[in-house]
């Protein structure tokens, strides 16, 4: 009996991560000074023996040029603490992953000259161990003014620097992107406030050659030497055009409620301003269900008891995912 409880909690706490579908918006609605580490789909990522966790913060009023006005709260990191880990589902084959967020710095009295990694995509390699392959840097300009930014592989490989410098409270928008095709065409690339008018610019920097598409988004504050960054709107999504903060609304959360959940009779019932379309995949992916049109109920009683992805977009294609549990 403890065997098949035990087994059954390992596979509970599989299930209840990495259950999110691309595209993807995070708008931090989670309550003011509470831990990131303790909201749903975050877990955490390693860090230090210190416990402070990521703080969920007021959103700032931002003021980037031709961005959606966030609706939530935001994050900050800040020195040393634990680390963060939003999980996502990959999709088949081997896309390029694009994550976009804004930052500001507003305390700079833990930085150094030395580059450190606070935002990452990665995956788990075939080790079972947490490997990031697109990591962005901040530093400490030279001048003991200002900062930059950079990217590189991985925490631990050879960061490529951006040679403008940014200030205390300055607003930056953030895109990067992880490709993983080839052997040699394996990139890390970063767009710092690229015009959002326009199609995918040319990359600010490309380096590396680090293999493995992600299928997760890390926030690291491992170091006594990170600066204080507020994060906000984080977007994932394999297009340019959804994780661009100017794109339509076809990353926002649609206003969708459906119940019940879990479902007990074969019928999840749908509460939403107009009809909605409904796919249901299984945690490897796959797609088990869509339906289109719904304005009330989907009849899922053909689909095996356990725990399924559901994905929701509403006719002005804002989109809502969120773990289906079939009993």
């Known amino acids: 009996m403890k065997k098949s409880l035990h087994v059954f909690l390992l596979f509970f706490t599989i299930m209840a991560f990495g259950q999110v579908t691309l595209p993807v918006i995070e708008q931090f609605d989670y309550s003011i000074g509470r831990g990131l580490t303790e909201q749903e789909n975050w877990r955490r990522a390693g860090g230090t023996n210190n416990p402070t966790d990521i703080m969920v913060v007021a959103s700032p009023n931002w003021t980037i040029p031709n961005t959606t006005t966030p609706r939530e709260n935001a994050v900050s990191l800040f020195g040393t603490g634990l680390n963060a880990m939003f999980e996502f589902v990959r999709p088949e084959g081997t896309p390029t992953i694009y994550a976009s967020f804004m930052m500001k710095v507003t305390n700079m009295d833990n930085i150094t000259g030395e580059g450190n990694s606070f935002a990452s995509l990665a995956l788990n390699n075939s080790s079972d161990q947490l490997t990031r392959n697109c990591s962005v840097f901040i530093r400490q300009h030279f001048t003991g003014t200002g900062y930059n930014i950079g990217i590189s592989q991985g925490q631990n490989g050879t960061e490529i620097w951006n040679d403008a410098v940014y200030s205390l409270d300055e607003e930056v928008l953030i895109v990067i992107k992880k490709e993983s095709q080839f052997s040699g065409l394996r990139f890390a690339s970063i767009f710092i406030n690229p ?52 794109a339509p609304s076809s990353v926002e959360e649609a206003k969708i409620a459906v119940y019940p959940n879990p479902v007990f009779k074969g019928t999840l019932f749908v509460n939403a301003a107009s009809n909605v379309s409904i796919e249901i995949y299984s945690v490897l992916g796959k797609k088990v269900l869509a339906k289109s049109n719904v304005s009330k109920s989907v009849d899922v009683s053909n689909l095996a008891k356990g725990c399924y992805i559901l994905k929701m977009k509403d006719e002005n294609n804002a989109v809502k995912t969120k773990k289906l549990i079939i009993q």
């Open 195 to 246: 015009d959002l008018t326009a199609a995918e610019p040319a990359a600010t920097r490309v380096t590396g050659d680090r293999f493995g598409t992600p299928d997760r988004f890390v926030l690291d504050q491992n170091r006594g030497d990170l600066p204080t960054i507020v994060i906000d709107e984080l977007r994932i999504a394999d297009t340019w055009s959804d994780v661009t903060l100017s």
